[in-house]
């Protein structure tokens, strides 16, 4: 019985062999690496508020008036509008933020309200951000 189940066991093991795809990643016991983000907070994505979004959204401006939504720093954002979260880390497409500034909503409630889009390059340094995890970097 023990050599019948030996010869069981090494079927089995060429059968998996060879039916399996060899993954050397899946082998190793070093841990995947994560890549670091290419877009800071406090480097590229504030000036982009300040210059263009922060007039409004903060207390006493209209945008915060009407939605509760903080751009003066990185929890406020973070926070979101009394409506709903702003920012989904990591999904930009179904971040709210993205929705505003790509303008794919209403007109009326496009940002920056008012005035001219913002460029694609400030939009997709924000959509970046976002995709690596909308850290407070």
């Known amino acids: 019985m023990t050599r019948w189940l030996r010869g069981i066991t090494a079927v089995v093991a060429v059968l998996a062999a060879a039916t399996l795809p060899f993954d050397a990643d899946a082998q190793s016991s070093k841990p995947a690496k994560k890549k670091a983000p290419t877009v800071s907070f406090q480097e590229d994505i504030v000036p982009i508020l300040k210059g263009r979004c922060v007039d ?62 913002l460029s694609t390059c400030d939009r997709d340094v924000i959509r970046r951000w976002i995709q690596e995890g909308a850290l407070n970097n």
């Open 56 to 117: 409004c959204h903060q207390p006493g401006g209209a945008g915060f008036d009407a939605s509760g939504l903080d751009l003066r720093t990185h929890a406020g954002l973070m926070k979101g509008t009394k409506f709903g979260p702003m920012v989904v880390a990591g999904d930009a497409d179904a971040s709210s933020l993205m929705a505003l500034l790509d303008w794919r909503v209403k007109p009326e409630i496009r940002m920056p309200h008012g005035s001219k889009k």
